[in-house]
Nanobody, 123 residues
Framework: QVHLVESGGGSVESGGSLRLSCAASGYSAGRNCMVWFRQTPGKRRERVAH???????SYADSVKGRFTISLDNAKNTLYLQMNSLEPEDTATYYC?????????????????WGKGTLVTISS
């Protein structure tokens, strides 16, 4: 059985940093695409960053230069380092993983989801 468990969320002031973790079990984190999404109430889920099976990363324009996605294969854990946080980054952050190889890493490609971790940025 696959489990993705996020941690590291919390409340920080604008300009601060957080590092989110997504521990995977029953699933090889580096095998296929893994993605960080975020969502706020009443808004559509947004793809924040992803890393594909070749290790290539990609970011939403809104977080480019501030967030870094990475993978520790030994720990089977996905990370999201978030710097220079802004109130607009406030959301619940979810990690997700694809079962199939070579996907576009879109939301519809994801087969496994964590339950999310809340990030709150105060101004």
């Amino acid at each position: 059985q696959v489990h993705l468990v996020e941690s590291g969320g919390g409340s920080v002031e604008s300009g601060g940093s957080l590092r989110l973790s997504c521990a995977a079990s029953g699933y090889s984190a580096g095998r296929n695409c893994m993605v960080w999404f975020r969502q706020t109430p009443g808004k559509r889920r947004e793809r924040v960053a992803h890393i594909n099976s070749d290790g290539v990363t990609s970011y939403a324009d809104s977080v480019k230069g501030r967030f870094t996605i990475s993978l520790d294969n030994a720990k089977n854990t996905l990370y999201l380092q978030m710097n220079s946080l802004e109130p607009e980054d406030t959301a619940t952050y979810y990690c997700a993983g694809a079962l199939a190889a070579k996907t576009r890493c879109q939301e519809y490609d994801m087969d496994y989801w964590g339950k999310g971790t809340l990030v709150t940025i105060s101004s």
